[in-house]
């Protein structure tokens, strides 16, 4: 059975930095593509970031480019997000999602509804 387990969310001040992991028992992790998404509160889920299964092609938000890394371990299945200078409007519930197919456009993986499974997220708050 597959699960995505988010962590690494706090409370930060802006400028701050936090990194988020997701593990992924179960998933056959190194030919995933995994992304992460984010939803704040009155408001739709929004792509942030993904990352091919070898780590080859990497896509950011126009929003977060810059300030946030993603980056995977395949031995360790687990995803990470880096980010940095982090603003109050970055605070939202962050999820990782993975979608098993290996080659399509850029465009495919910044759907969330392409994706196969989701983690729980993971909440960001960031204060002023």
């Known amino acids: 059975q597959v699960q995505l387990v988010e962590s690494g969310g706090g409370l930060v001040q802006a400028g701050g930095s936090l990194r988020l992991s997701c593990s992924a028992p179960?998933?056959?992790?190194?030919?995933?593509?995994m992304g992460w998404f984010r939803q704040a509160p009155g408001k739709e889920r929004e792509f942030v970031a993904f990352?091919?299964?070898?780590?080859?092609?990497?896509y950011y938000a126009d929003s977060i480019k810059g300030r946030f890394t993603i980056s995977r371990d395949n031995a360790k299945n687990t995803l990470y997000l880096q980010m940095n200078s982090l603003k109050p409007h970055d605070t939202a519930a962050y999820y990782c999602?993975?979608?098993?197919?290996?080659?399509?456009?850029?465009?495919?993986?910044?759907?969330?509804?392409?994706?196969?499974?989701w983690g729980q997220g993971t909440q960001v708050t960031v204060s002023s």
């Open positions: 179960g998933l056959t992790f190194s030919t995933a593509t």
């Open positions: 990352i091919t299964w070898s780590g080859s092609r990497l």
């Open positions: 999602a993975a979608q098993k197919t290996m080659y399509r456009s850029t465009a495919y993986y910044t759907r969330g509804q392409e994706y196969d499974y």
